[in-house]
């Protein structure tokens, strides 16, 4: 039922990405806590040295959101690596937009990033989920995804802007 | 007492690289699972694009490790995107020979990269650390450093290449 194209974004859907980093945070219970702006996501998607990559969802104009957009799911990936055994891919953000889901769009996009990886000559594909996050784990884990933090006790860690400062100024 | 200076790694880096990187494998009883190669860490590096970038610490030939080293510890960080905050540096690997701590060196390093963290206006740094690593959470704690598995739940899942190329086979 659900006519749709993955592509890579450009320039002129950092708009329709920032929405949909929203909805995302949103349903974490998060949206305050997005202060990215589009000028941002424009300079480090689109110049000299991306510092993400987009896959975008989109609907023909006669099936666009109750809302009117067209750009219906995305996600946003990039590159880490492993000194074990070098290049991964790692997923930031995947989101499709509640009433487009159910039609594949998600395991499509999957596929997508799938075919990238091998592309580019990654090991695996690496992201973080909430371990509330039921359903996703699910979706992951039909997949062949593996708790990583499960099974071999990583913990991530942050040291904020505020403390690094205080580093570069010892 | 260590007279050491802190730069960015170059080519000729990548032995010593290599073996820092084993070295730190070896201590999280890991080292066979260490597949890369000096080939993979100077094409991935050094090329058009890196995909990693490397801070080594060097002492002088006079100060060199009981096995003639003078590249005696190192750090490799990559930069990730945090969309609701942007730019963050992540810190990959972060080792110094265990004959060469004691003096500074690993404060040394973290105090460069959060230089480089901010110069690139960056949000913040991240990085794993294994649960059973004490002195290493202590380390980074005197630091800042927050866990934000225990503060938000977040679990690290992987894909592997096996299952990646089952879905790109999937119609």
Known sequence: MANFIL?????KDVSDILRLIKELAKF???EEQV????KELLEDGFGDHPFYHCVVAEVPKDKQS?????????????FTYDPWIGKLLYLEDFYVMKEFRGYGIGSEILKRLS???VK???????????????????????????????EEGWRLYEIDKRNLLKMTSK
């Open 7 to 11: 592509r890579k974004a450009e320039p």
């Open 66 to 78: 109750v809302e009117g957009y067209t750009v219906v799911g995305f996600a946003m990936y990039y």
């Open 35 to 38: 202060v990215l702006t589009e």
């Open 28 to 30: 974490e219970e998060m």
């Open 120 to 150: 580019a000559r990654c090991s695996g594909m690496h992201f973080i989920v909430a371990e509330w996050n039921t359903s996703s784990i699910e979706f992951y884990k039909r997949r062949g995804a593996a708790d990583l933090s499960h």
């Open 115 to 117: 075919e990238t990886a």
